[in-house]
T-cell receptor, first 115, second 111 residues
Framework: GAGVSQSPRYKVAKRGQDVALRCDPI?????LFWYQQALGQGPEFLTY????????KSGLPSDRFFAERPEGSVSTLKIQRTQQEDSAVYLC?????????????FGPGTRLTVL | QKEVEQDPGPLSVPEGAIVSLNCTYS??????FMWYRQYSRKGPELLMY????GNKEDGRFTAQVDKSSKYISLFIRDSQPSDSATYLC???????????FGEGTQLTVNP
């Protein structure tokens, strides 16, 4: 694919359910980032991977949030026991280089609604 | 107080107008500055990337950085309806792995 893809595009969950959001970065990109974007707000950093290593997870809001990138390509963001405040768009971005300095290419996001 | 402040608008201008978008920041550790454009239900896309104080021009877009005032701007000349989107400033520190975004300014250019 030409760009970053995310699935599903929309997810509705009942409060307390677990959800898994998938990100397919651009092939060969070393860095992968997850952001949370609440309605009317800018993206907020969640976590950063360099290949398969999770180098920064300081933005994850609680221990209900977990991310992995086991083979250094596809990444999954998992949210356990979802709460209404988790409703947001979850954006994935990838970049060719290491760290935040390189241009990040964003996917279209997964819109999560928790009822 | 947020590290990066951006007026959310909304901002509505006629076609052909010059648009000025601004952000202020509080932490002098921010050294690299970017502007992203985000269309509805899409991910942000990079427009401009600057490091030093001064101006950088790319077509109809000019990015301006004033590190002494902790103030950055994006100017759009001859604005077009296709420029209607949310504009996000973003910045990061020399050490660290995160981009810090403003909350975005929603712009509408009316034909």
């Amino acid at each position: 694919g030409a760009g970053v893809s995310q699935s599903p595009r929309y997810k509705v969950a009942k409060r307390g359910q677990d959800v898994a959001l998938r990100c397919d970065p651009i092939s060969g990109h070393v860095s992968l980032f997850w952001y949370q974007q609440a309605l009317g707000q800018g993206p907020e950093f969640l976590t950063y991977f360099q290949n398969e290593a999770q180098l920064d997870k300081s933005g994850l809001p609680s221990d209900r949030f977990f991310a992995e990138r086991p083979e250094g390509s596809v990444s999954t963001l998992k949210i356990q026991r979802t709460q209404q405040e988790d409703s947001a768009v979850y954006l994935c971005a990838s970049s060719q280089g290491q760290g935040a300095w390189d241009e990040q290419f964003f996917g279209p996001g997964t819109r999560l609604t928790v009822l | 107080q947020k590290e990066v402040e951006q007026d959310p608008g909304p901002l509505s201008v006629p076609e052909g107008a010059i648009v000025s978008l601004n952000c202020t920041y509080s932490n002098s550790a921010f050294q690299y500055f970017m502007w992203y454009r985000q269309y509805s239900r899409k991910g942000p896309e990079l427009l401009m990337y600057t490091y030093s104080s001064g101006n950088k021009e790319d077509g109809r877009f000019t990015a301006q950085v004033d590190k002494s005032s902790k103030y950055i701007s994006l100017f759009i000349r001859d604005s077009q309806p296709s420029d209607s989107a949310t504009y996000l400033c973003a910045m990061y520190k020399t050490s660290g792995s995160r981009l810090t975004f403003g909350e975005g300014t929603q712009l509408t250019v009316n034909p």
